[in-house]
């Protein structure tokens, strides 16, 4: 069951959500301030991250910034307040969610469910990006690479990508590897096809 982390100064709010939670099957730790709260994100890294809004030692705005630059955990807020000014920061820090005070248990579950599932399609997009950048370098070295062995070898583009790949079945890392030594400037020797 995923990891809670449950932060407010309230201690009669934070007993009673951690107590609910707990009843419902989650693992919580739960603390009343936001130094002990980043303790806890950086070591135990809990699922999702419920917030008070407003703490007298470190704001609930604060530690969320704190936790998107140093740490991975994702975060609900949950206030007494619902100014739009407080929405639209919550918003802003990259929440999840806004719950308002008082909240019942049987209301905060389905919001941390939808927090869950957010958090998890982000980190999949996240991950995509990156293996996106990592294709589309691959692809930019592979078409310099082509672009060489087309000079060099006097052939079209599409028998230069033929040499390329011809080349790289025996190489390690395959034709972004051999490609980025070929636009590196490395002296590869390419066999004819």
């Known amino acids: 069951m995923p990891k809670i982390l449950v932060v407010d100064d309230d201690l009669a709010v934070l007993a009673t959500i951690s107590l ?9 730790f739960q603390v009343d301030s936001g130094k002990p709260a980043l ?8 699922d999702l991250a419920i917030l008070d809004m407003i ?10 910034r704190l936790l998107k630059s140093e740490t991975a955990t994702p975060f609900i807020f949950l206030s ?16 999840l969610g806004y719950l308002l005070k ?7 579950v389905p919001a941390i469910e939808v927090a869950l599932k957010r958090a998890d399609e982000l980190e999949q997009l996240r991950l995509g990006n990156a293996d996106l950048g990592d294709i589309s ?11 060489l062995i087309m000079e060099r070898h006097h052939l079209d583009r599409a028998a230069a990508f033929d040499m390329l790949r011809a080349n ?5 890392g395959g034709i972004a590897s051999l490609a980025q030594r070929l636009v590196s400037g490395e002296k590869v020797l390419l066999t004819s096809l």
């Open 55 to 64: 703490m007298p030692d470190m704001s609930g705005l604060e530690v969320a």
């Open 168 to 172: 790289a079945r025996g190489h390690p």
């Open 20 to 28: 609910g939670l707990r009843k419902v099957g989650y693992q919580v």
């Open 137 to 147: 370098l691959s692809s930019r070295e592979t078409d310099m690479a082509v672009g």
């Open 39 to 46: 303790r806890i994100c950086k070591h135990e890294k809990p």
């Open 80 to 95: 007494a307040h619902s100014d739009d000014s407080l929405v639209k920061a919550a918003v802003e820090a990259g929440a």
């Open 102 to 108: 008082p909240v019942e248990i049987s209301r905060i």
